[in-house]
């Protein structure tokens, strides 16, 4: 470690920013303020309640900051007093003025979810499970004006697994990111200079912000595609679907293996089996065997209680055991 640590302002708002929180911590940097977004509205109350980082902050007795914007003198000067060496930023939410990226005497440094230059933007970790991506990771940049185009520092990979959501594949690139962002802060503090490698130019993709309109699923598309959103949406925005009538949440699916749907001429969205190991439901292209879902207002539950919740009878078929 040096002997005068680096002074650190951390820029972030969500659980993801927290462990590279605390990695800055970790390495003995010194953490002079945390910038994260103004409290807003939560829970069925309403109230407004703190961001992940600002709990964390609070917890670790830094000074927080919570500007609606960085774009004003005022907000610039305050940043500025605080004379940081570097300001690590990782999902703050807020766009960073040229201004202020030029306050740091190091820079600005971004973790980012993914292997840039694929899936720059707002939805990383979701946009590359729906692509049926095979692998991931993050980087460690330096920011630039533009977004998510900076030169990349250090970065990691790791794999997408079949079986991957939207909340493991959050959580493991958290975890990832702030081993990369120690590993930077380290290196940094010992006197190196991080070489800079620019983005390439070719494999740009962008990952735009979730909307709650693409949670419906559309059984007129491939069911390998509809099980990699019931995947990506999970924890948020979560998989939507019709049932006999009845919309529900769809928390787990596979897509069966066959080159068409089960019945062979099923119309997408038919019911073509149910029992106890799930609900069929022919698609474009194959059959989405729906394994968890959720009514309104009721729970997460397997296909074998939803269906011994609908007395009388599920479809037109017999509802197998």
């Known amino acids: 470690m040096p002997v005068e640590p680096l002074r650190l302002v951390f820029a972030g708002t969500p659980d993801f920013a927290v462990p590279g929180l605390c990695a800055c911590l970790d390495v003995g940097a010194e953490v002079v303020a945390v910038y994260t977004q103004p409290d807003r509205p939560a829970g069925r109350g309403r109230k407004l ?7 964390a902050a609070r917890d670790a007795g830094i000074p927080v900051e919570q500007p609606e914007s960085l774009k004003s003198l005022e907000a610039q000067a305050r940043l500025r007093d605080y004379a940081p060496d570097l300001m690590v930023v990782i999902a703050y939410g807020l766009i960073l003025p040229r201004a202020v990226l030029a306050i740091p005497r190091l820079g600005c440094w ?3 979810a993914s292997l840039l230059p694929r899936w720059r933007g707002a939805a990383p970790i979701q946009r590359a499970i729906l ?3 095979t692998e991931t990771g993050v980087c460690l940049m330096r920011m630039e004006a533009g977004l998510d185009t900076g ?5 990691a990979a790791t794999p997408i697994d079949s079986t991957d959501t939207g909340g493991s594949l959050h ?3 958290a975890s990832l990111g702030a081993n990369v962002l120690r590993e930077g802060l380290m290196r940094v503090a010992s ?3 991080l070489p800079e490698t620019p983005q390439s130019e070719t494999g740009t993709t962008y990952a735009r912000k979730l909307d709650k309109a693409e949670a419906k699923l559309d059984f007129a598309r491939p069911a390998i595609e509809l099980e990699r959103k019931v995947r990506a949406f999970d924890p948020w925005p979560v998989a939507e679907a019709e049932l006999a009538g009845e919309r529900v949440r769809v928390w787990a699916a596979q897509p069966l293996a066959t080159d068409d749907n089960a019945s062979g001429h099923a119309a997408p969205g038919s019911i073509i089996a149910a029992s106890k190991h799930g609900i069929d439901v022919a698609c474009g292209q194959g059959t989405l065997r729906i394994l968890k879902l959720q009514r309104a207002g009721g729970r997460p539950i397997t296909a074998a209680d ?6 009388g009878g599920f479809f037109d078929k017999d509802v197998g055991s």
């Open 110 to 112: 971004n973790v980012h």
């Open 49 to 55: 309640a703190p961001s992940p980082v600002k709990q």
């Open 131 to 133: 692509a049926g991506d």
């Open 306 to 311: 939803y269906l011994n919740a609908r007395p």
């Open 151 to 155: 030169p990349i520092l250090l970065s």
């Open 191 to 193: 006197g190196e200079t």
């Open 171 to 173: 959580d493991r690139l």
